[in-house]
């Protein structure tokens, strides 16, 4: 499975951005998918993660109610909407895929990784 990380950037604090992950190259439907980011000098960090077929989701504490994880089957594609950005959420943000259903905020549980897409939240 090949991932694609797009739509970072740069935007102030109370912003929001919605940022992609297409994967090729597998069946998208049946695994897992999640989002982390690893902010300048920190270790890459959990951020969401969402079922193979979609309703079940995970966050870290830090994004809960700002931001939302989804999936589109049919487009092979999972999402992150980030709302309300804050200067912390500065980092690049990696979109990782796991076969199965189990939802896991472990970096080793996740096979493949997309390139990773920067954001930056200015104050």
């Known amino acids: 499975v090949q991932l694609q990380a797009s739509g970072g950037g740069l935007v102030q604090a109370g912003d929001s951005l919605r940022l992609s992950c297409e994967a090729s190259?597998?069946?998208?439907?049946?695994?897992?998918m999640a989002w982390f980011r690893q902010a300048p000098g920190e270790e890459r960090q959990f951020v969401a993660a969402?079922?193979?077929?979609?309703?079940?989701?995970y966050y870290v504490d830090s994004v809960k109610g700002r931001f939302t994880i989804s999936r589109d089957n049919a487009k092979s594609t999972s999402y992150l909407q980030m709302n309300s950005l804050k200067p912390e959420d500065t980092a690049v943000y990696y979109c990782?895929?796991?076969?199965?259903?189990?939802?896991?905020?472990?970096?080793?549980?996740?096979?493949?990784w997309g390139q990773g897409t920067l954001v930056t939240v200015s104050s």
């Open positions: 990782a895929a796991q076969p199965g259903q189990i939802l896991s905020e472990v970096r080793g549980r996740y096979a493949y």
């Open positions: 969402i079922r193979s077929r979609g309703g079940h989701t």
């Open positions: 190259g597998g069946t998208f439907s049946s695994y897992a």
